[in-house]
Nanobody, 117 residues
Framework: QVQLVESGGGLVQPGGSLGLSCAAS????????MSWHRQAPGQERELVAL????????NYADSVKGRFTISRDNAKNTMYLQMNNLKPEDTAVYYC??????????WGQGTQVTVSS
């Protein structure tokens, strides 16, 4: 089992910045990928960014490339998402997810990000 606790959501104006954190506990050594996803009202959940624990390579959705940065601190078992130049269309509930060897996935509880003036 892996437990995930997210923090850092909130309200921000367009063009502003916000950072999200996802702290993992439990079977940390079994994690091989961590990712951020988001779901806006009436829309399907989508992948925002992903980082592999081995090597640290990353992937981003086209819509956030150049604006969002995913990172991880292995010592703190924490993943981050730095979001810059936020747009109203970034408004969604953001979820962190871990994938462990074998394919099992675990989700955080979600945190609301609202971009509005």
């Amino acid at each position: 089992q892996v437990q995930l606790v997210e923090s850092g959501g909130g309200l921000v104006q367009p063009g502003g910045s916000l950072g999200l954190s996802c702290a993992a506990s439990g079977r940390i050594s079994s994690i091989y990928a961590m990712s951020w996803h988001r779901q806006a009202p009436g829309q399907e959940r989508e992948l925002v960014a992903l980082v592999y624990t081995s090597g640290g390579s990353t992937n981003y959705a086209d819509s956030v490339k150049g604006r969002f940065t995913i990172s991880r601190d292995n010592a703190k078992n924490t993943m981050y998402l730095q979001m810059n130049n936020l747009k109203p269309e970034d408004t969604a509930v953001y979820y962190c997810r871990t994938t462990i060897y074998g394919g099992t996935q675990y989700w955080g509880q979600g945190t609301q990000v609202t971009v509005s003036s």
